[in-house]
């Protein structure tokens, strides 16, 4: 016979690093998809908790029907979700660069659903959001994102502490740069669209005769289909920054909030895509 102190911390070696990993994906990109069935997540979600639960430090003996195990859970859907809403900000990021691009070049008319968050966007941020997308996934991205989660554990173990004050306010702190960075990261080709705007009223002005709405509208779309074509290679070298910013802001949530930081991080994308390469293998 198995006592009650056995069951609970069977089960709760199981229940509490599942919550975490299960709340980070259901809002981590391509996870929190509308194309992806939940049930897709919560297997994945749990074949993780299974790998995750061997090497866990000692989890606390609760009872599950009491205020200490619901303030756990609250704080491991907090940490998931963080987690989780901080990759979600980056691929934002380029999903407003493509709407501002749009707007410059006339394309704000052309709406279409996305498939991540299921809200209408310009087609020009759809296109930068795969672009992204497979990006991630080339990169091997996820597979990042599994690792820090599996780290979370050794910098913020199961308990009834979680995410600090300080840990929120670097989040909502990046949120803001996130404009910052989406407008930067398409400038050069706003900046073309604008000497074309400025170039068409110059015509306007030498020749009054000339309708600048009827030739030039055809003329910047068909440019700023130019423009975007010339400037998609310039987004990789920017995708990978914007990626180790963003797991490094991650790691520094986490390390802010923890005690003591155990776990030594990569400086950059490309090195924690080798590293998890080689754990892998």
């Known amino acids: 016979m198995f006592t009650t102190a056995e069951i609970t911390a069977f089960v709760g070696a199981y229940v509490w690093?599942?919550?975490r990993i299960s709340a980070m994906m259901m809002i981590a990109p391509i996870f929190s998809a509308q194309s992806i069935p939940v049930r897709f997540r919560v297997a994945v979600a749990f074949a993780i908790t299974l790998v995750v639960v061997p090497v866990l430090p000692p989890l606390p003996l609760v009872d599950f029907i009491s205020g200490?195990?619901?303030l756990i859970a609250i704080h491991q859907v907090l940490i998931g979700a963080i987690m989780g809403f901080a990759l979600q900000l980056a691929f934002n990021l380029f999903v407003m660069s493509g709407h501002i691009l749009a707007m410059q070049a006339g394309l704000g008319f052309s709406l279409m659903n996305s498939p991540q968050d299921g809200v209408q966007v310009t087609v020009v941020g759809q296109l930068y959001l795969m672009l992204a997308t497979f990006l991630y996934l080339a990169m091997d991205g996820h597979l990042i994102l599994f690792?820090?989660?599996i780290n979370s554990f050794n910098l913020l173990p199961i308990g009834t502490s979680g995410i600090s004050t300080t840990g929120y306010w670097m989040l909502v702190s990046w949120g803001?740069?996130?404009f910052q960075s989406s407008v930067m990261m398409?400038?050069?080709a706003m900046a073309a669209l604008l000497m074309v705007?400025?170039?068409f009223g110059v015509m306007s002005k030498a020749s009054p005769?000339?309708?600048?709405?009827?030739?030039?509208?055809l003329i910047t779309?068909?440019?700023?289909f130019a423009i975007i074509y010339i400037t998609l290679p310039t987004l990789v070298p920017y995708f990978e920054r914007i990626m180790t910013e963003i797991f490094q802001l991650i790691q520094d949530i986490l390390a802010h909030s923890a005690t003591q930081q155990n776990v030594t991080y990569s400086d950059s994308f490309f090195n924690m895509k080798a590293n998890t390469m080689m754990s892998n293998s």
């Open 17 to 19: 690093p599942f919550i």
């Open 68 to 70: 200490e195990a619901f």
């Open 147 to 149: 690792r820090e989660v």
């Open 176 to 178: 803001s740069q996130m």
């Open 186 to 188: 398409v400038l050069p």
């Open 197 to 199: 705007n400025v170039s």
């Open 209 to 217: 005769q000339l309708n600048p709405f009827s030739v030039g509208f």
């Open 221 to 224: 779309i068909v440019l700023a």
